[in-house]
């Protein structure tokens, strides 16, 4: 066993350090019965913790991905606008179109500057 105050090796038993002379026997029996339980409480209690918190990242991560899709579907895909397709400098815009609708329309363009959709 070892000195609690300076880490001297001590002789079973003894109450008093050589090395610094504190009291050890009293400090030296709980510890190495407290000590281990609690770590391994704690680290069987950490296991859990830390996988519960990486299953609440996930749901809130899938949360807001599925959030976003729907917001985009709501106010994006639902949404009529306008189609704007730039080719050669000049601006051609189809309205009447959603987003889903544009996004379809431009990738069927062969040759664009530019293809978006906007509000
Ligand atoms: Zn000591």
């Known amino acids: 066993m070892f000195c609690t105050k ?28 407290a000590y281990p339980p609690p770590l391994s409480a704690t680290r069987s209690a950490r296991k859990p913790a830390n996988a519960a918190v990486a299953i609440l990242l996930v749901v809130v991560v899938v949360g807001v991905v599925i959030g976003a899709v729907v917001v985009l579907n709501i106010f994006g895909g639902g949404q009529v606008g306008t189609c704007v397709y730039v080719f ?20 069927e363009i062969q040759h664009k500057e530019s293809c978006y959709w906007e509000p």
């Open 6 to 33: 300076c880490g001297a090796i001590l002789t079973e038993g003894s109450r008093f350090c050589t090395s610094c002379g504190s009291l050890v026997l009293a400090a030296q029996i709980p510890a190495p019965v």
């Open 88 to 107: 050669e400098g000049q601006y051609n815009r189809w309205s009447g179109y959603t987003r889903a609708e544009c996004e379809a329309r431009c990738s």
